[in-house]
Each structure stands twice: as C-alpha cells, then as structure tokens.
C-alpha cells in the first residue's frame, strides 16, 4: 500500500501516487548493477524512462546539456 510520499531519487520531487513511480537501477542491470536493495531507488515513472540506461553521472551530464541548449536556443545566440 502507498502510504507516505516518496521522493524521486532523480529530480527531488515528490512523487504523489503509485502510478507515478518507478524503481529504478542505480547502475542499470544492463552495465552490470545488482538487483539488490542498496541498487534500486524510488523515480517518477517518466524520470526513469528519460534515464533510460545511462550511469548517474551520464545522466547529470545529459540534463546539464539539455538545459543548457534550451538556453542557447530561448536565447539571442544565432547562426
Ligand atoms: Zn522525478
């Protein structure tokens, strides 16, 4: 049963129903990664799928990227 609200591991909020979350493999069982208690945590369900099988800090990147050429394309930068 879903009790209290949980936080997803991969962007902080909170995620509010059940249908919402997912467990997610800290390192993907694709790489390697145990499917064990210490390798999983709790994620938004599209959170997860965005992840896909990438390693943490991959994903860091990958957001850190993402942010940053929606800015240069919000911006005044043009070819
Ligand atoms: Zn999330």
């Known amino acids: 049963m879903w009790v209290q609200s949980k936080t997803c591991a991969l962007c902080g909020e909170a995620i509010k129903v059940y249908e919402d ?4 493999h800290i390192i993907p069982v694709s790489r390697g990664g145990k499917d064990t208690e210490s390798n999983v ?3 938004h369900v599209w959170c ?3 992840k896909g ?3 943490p800090w991959q ?7 993402n942010k ?3 800015k240069i394309r919000k911006g ?3 070819k």
């Open 68 to 70: 940053h050429f929606f």
């Open 53 to 55: 099988d990438l390693l």
């Open 59 to 65: 994903d860091k990147i990958f957001r850190f990227l």
């Open 48 to 50: 997860n799928n965005q």
């Open 21 to 24: 979350s997912s467990v997610d």
């Open 41 to 43: 945590q709790i994620t």
């Open 76 to 78: 005044k930068i043009n």
